[in-house]
């Protein structure tokens, strides 16, 4: 059956803080462990006012402290902007400290702009190394073998799932030849979602760390009492993805009544087709949309993003999903 997980993008909203965002993103993770979520992943961005977890690492031991059963990772780490001896440090770290909870998904872009790539002190032929950098990744998590020189403390030996994450069909080969996890951002970049699934399945080979594909997408919901108010909820993701278009990076801001005030047609229809997979509604619209997605996709798990400004409307979006029986509870794959 499908599992159901949170994505968080930490938001810094317009009458808060980062303390704020980081705070509030432990409180939902204590929520959606008792609502019987699987995971709770944040991502890496740099150079983005209005997200709070750039410092990813470090984001999850903040929430993981405040969970005791809950998956707790990231979607993902931007395998680029680091070395991989760093990652597995870190990462092995947070496993010590966490056992048995902790997921690393593993990006091929920067997720940032090129001049904050620059300040990482990356370049672009640092992506090209992307599967070369997994394999040396996964080698720093086995246990350390006689005369080996160089480890990653304390991370031989730990059990760290790696999970490939994509919004094109790259990562759905390289997961599939590597026999790992796939994940696929379709919250935001939908339009290979069905072929990246395709070649993920049909080029499958099992692994020590996977027997058989283990497939997740990415949602957008904002459930509500009703559709009427979802929709309004809805209206401060399409404000945010508005001004991107238009260069401004800002902080999370609160709905507004109507959305057509805001944007121009052309950053609507832009907006519209990144946002294409967005479920918005009331219990039984989002109810029929999750299940509609999951029957078309056949994925294993839904990552869940519901980017709505206030705190605890968003706690509210999130328990009534939780609440639409859809979750099988089977244990997940990885």
Known sequence: MTAFS??????????????????????LATHAERWGYRRFWVAEHHNMPGIASA?????????????????????????PNHSPMVVAEQFGTLARLFPGRIDLGLGRAPGTDQATFRALRR?????????????ELQAYFQPVQPGQTLQAVPAAGVEVPLWILGSSTFGAH?????????????????????????????????????QRPHAMAGINVIAADSDADA???ATTQQMSFTNIFRGARGLSLPPIDDIETYWSPAEKAQAQRMLARSVVGGP?????????????????????????????????????IAGLGLDGGAAPAV
């Open 123 to 135: 370049t672009y032929a640092d992506a090209e190394r992307f599967p070369q950098d997994v394999l």
């Open 6 to 27: 949170i994505l968080d993008l930490v938001r810094v909203t317009v009458d808060g803080d980062a303390r704020a965002a980081l705070d509030n993103a432990r409180d």
């Open 284 to 320: 039984d619209t989002v109810r029929a949309g999750l299940s509609a997605f999951i029957e078309e996709t056949g994925v294993d798990e839904v990552m869940v993003v519901s980017d709505i400004f206030d705190p605890i409307l968003r706690l509210r979006s999130f328990e009534l």
């Open 231 to 233: 929709r309004r909820l």
């Open 55 to 79: 410092a990813t690492a470090v984001v999850i031991g903040h929430i993981a402290a405040g969970t005791s059963t809950l998956r707790v990772g990231a979607g993902g780490i931007m395998l």
């Open 174 to 210: 390289l997961a599939a030849e590597l026999g790992l996890p796939y994940a696929f951002a379709s919250h935001f970049a939908p339009d290979q979602l069905m072929e990246a699934l395709h070649v993920y399945r049909g080029r499958f080979k099992p692994s020590a760390a996977l």
